[in-house]
């Protein structure tokens, strides 16, 4: 498979919902290799009340491959198959 040269689609808001103690933003992604969905990105974003010195901040990515595994490529020697 070809290396995708611009991986950036339209972001879907999957949620988004204050409370009292926390903040939760949800938003699907796709990746696409010309007009082709390759992977389905989720990310998740909690950021929870912040201390006098500090805020925590958790992040989730999930990565679903459309119909065959992907290998992600980054710093040399450094892969990931999803």
Do not use: C, Y
């Amino acid at each position: 498979m070809e290396h995708a040269r611009n991986p950036v689609s339209i972001p879907t808001l999957a949620r988004a919902e204050t409370k009292p103690n926390t903040a939760v933003l949800g938003v699907e992604n796709g990746w696409f290799v010309g007009d082709k969905q390759v992977v389905r990105e989720t990310v998740w974003i909690k950021v929870h009340p912040a201390s006098s010195e500090s805020r925590t901040i958790d992040v989730e990515f999930t990565w679903t491959p459309a119909d065959q595994p992907i290998t992600l490529w980054g710093a040399e020697e450094k892969v990931m198959v999803v």
